[in-house]
């Protein structure tokens, strides 16, 4: 079975500096994506930034990148400048590419809180 | 709004109710799955819908049961359930189970009294 480990349950950080979040996981799969999405109150799970296990390139989008290290299974979230709307629960998730009982299997999240 | 849809966005219910979840999603996807959150674990796979075709379920008890009557919607039937029930309930879809990427919806609040 897959898993996947967030070992920060909350971090905070100043309004317009950079935060880290970490992820480590575990697959016996060599093909699969990895995730992290977004939880703000409103309970939506929005999809912030995706890599493919087979890309070495770290994925980026806007302010939001990733450091994919697959020999150490870690995938850690670069949040720069942060924002107020930032502060929401952040979870890593893992999917094998040939899907199975594991679906998408997720961390227990890392509440990120944005001090103004 | 993500493009799936769920309703009802909160229920309370006893333990002797029936009830339904409703999901629905326009975006084309073929693969629909139910996932529970509770406080302080990790979201957990109920079930999983592929081209219609139930292909998981991961020891879930009988007091929950889903249907899928067509790749749009997707129903999580609820009977004589427990207070250790009461969580979250999120729907999701994706193209096909291993495409990488869900859609979620807001979810359900279901408190069990």
């Known amino acids: 079975a897959q898993t996947v480990t967030q070992s920060q349950p909350e971090m905070s950080v100043q309004e317009a500096e950079t935060v880290t979040l970490s992820c480590t996981y575990d697959?016996?799969?060599?093909?699969?994506?990895l995730f992290w999405y977004k939880q703000p109150p409103s309970r939506q799970m929005i999809l912030v930034i995706r890599?493919?296990?087979?890309?070495?390139q770290n994925a980026t989008e806007n302010r939001f990148s990733v450091n994919f290290q697959k020999a150490a299974k870690s995938f850690s979230l670069k949040i720069s400048d942060s924002q107020l709307g930032d502060a929401a629960m952040y979870f890593c998730a893992l999917e094998n590419s040939g899907g199975g009982a594991d679906g998408l299997t997720f961390g227990k999240g890392t509440h990120l809180i944005i001090q103004p | 709004e993500t493009g799936v849809t769920q309703t009802p966005r909160h229920l309370v219910m006893g333990m002797t109710n029936k009830k339904s979840l409703k999901c629905e999603q326009h975006?084309?996807?073929?693969?629909m799955y139910w996932y529970k959150q509770s406080a302080k674990k990790p979201l957990e796979l109920m079930f999983v819908?592929?081209?219609?075709?139930?292909?998981e379920n991961n020891s879930v008890p009988s007091r929950f049961s889903p249907e899928c009557p067509n790749s749009s919607h997707l129903f999580l039937h609820l009977h004589t359930l427990q207070p250790e029930d009461s969580a979250l309930y999120l729907c999701?879809?994706?193209?096909?189970?291993?495409?990488?990427?869900?859609?979620f919806g807001s979810g359900t609040r279901l408190t069990v009294v």
């Open positions: 999701a879809s994706s193209r096909r189970q291993g495409a990488g990427g869900y859609t």
């Open positions: 890599q493919e296990a087979y890309k070495q």
């Open positions: 819908y592929n081209f219609k075709e139930q292909t």
């Open positions: 697959t016996s799969e060599s093909d699969y994506y």
């Open positions: 975006l084309g996807h073929n693969a």
